[in-house]
């Protein structure tokens, strides 16, 4: 059977090099996708969720199994790209070359719509989309990237951002709400 | 009709309230055409969001797990930096130098002008004593300072 991914991480605390190494195979795809969708930078994300890895090999033994494994980690992850995104600030308002935007969004786009003018229309419409979820302000991003792309149910994305369940219904309510108007203007 | 269950509906859409609420919530949209129709858009909405979002860039996970590897090290051996064990002889001049400073510091501060001479210590040491006497008990009596700076006064003109 297949190791937690909680008892992984109290031998990480004894420094059990074999326990990280299956923690990170597990957890990296996931955390550079989160820190990517977040920072939407993919160096930045590489570098960050690394980070994210160190943190947790440093303070794997205060982890005492209160919430669970993934929550614990992506509260250090998401703290630390919300940090990266504070300190970067000033000098993202003077240079927006930081955006990944290579990838097509077509390629990004794997429904396959038959009809070219629906097609197109949908293609403008993710694209908006994208772009507004990109402006959302930073708790509420995180909220609806924990939701949509973990798919973590409201009670972990709270203990993620450290607040109410409450209050994650409202940043998820005014997120999408903002989103719901860049749809309806297309 | 109750309140419109607004922040309610991606908990509901997800399926995470309790039966009570999600009842509740279940009432109020076959009631509210407005709120169907938004938890309708909301569930598009999140459909969409992942394919909005997107994938990152390809990374190969070998050459992500070695770099991570390297940061570890090279965070170790800063760790090992502050850590590692001093050589004696260091050790040994810090302890000495620390030692001087402290005797050194301890000289200057009994030079100092605030410490207590001789008749204060002896004074300090009689002040139980001196709690007895009737005349420091009662020292509010000799308050009235006028009267005090003119005794010598007072007392040559009852003489005249």
Known sequence: ?186 | MARHPDTDLVPYLRGELPPAERERVARHLEECPDCKQDTELLRDLLGNLSHAIGQPPAVSWARYRAELREKLEARRAQVRWWRRPMPLAVSASLAAALLLVAVWGGRELSKSPDSLGPDEVVIGRELGLLQEFRTVERLDLLEDLEVISNLDRLASERQG
Not at chain 1, 67 to 84: I, M
Not at chain 1, 127 to 137: C, E, I, N, P, Y
Not at chain 1, 161 to 174: D, F, G, I, M, P
């Open chain 1, 1 to 186: 059977m297949e190791p937690s991914d909680e008892a992984l991480c109290e031998r990480v605390g004894r420094r059990d090099e074999a326990a990280f190494d299956l923690l990170v195979s597990r957890y990296q795809e996931r955390a550079y996708r989160l820190a990517w969708s977040i920072l939407r930078n993919a160096e930045d994300a590489r570098d960050i969720s690394q980070e994210a890895f160190i943190r947790l090999y440093e303070t794997a033994g205060s982890f005492r199994g209160k919430s669970k494994f993934s929550t614990w980690f992506y509260r250090v992850l998401v703290n630390l790209c919300l940090d990266h995104k504070r300190k970067h600030k000033w000098w993202k308002l003077l240079v927006r070359d930081d955006e990944d935007r290579s990838d097509t969004i077509l390629d990004r786009q794997p429904a396959p719509v038959n009809d070219p003018v629906d097609k197109l229309s949908r293609e403008e419409t993710l694209k908006a989309l994208g772009s507004a979820v990109d402006r959302l302000a930073p708790r509420q991003r995180a909220a609806v990237l924990l939701r949509v792309q973990e798919d973590m149910a409201t009670y972990d994305i709270a203990q993620v951002l450290k607040c109410s369940e409450a209050t994650v219904r409202v940043h998820l309510h005014r997120a999408l709400a903002t989103l719901k108007k860049t749809v309806e203007k297309h």
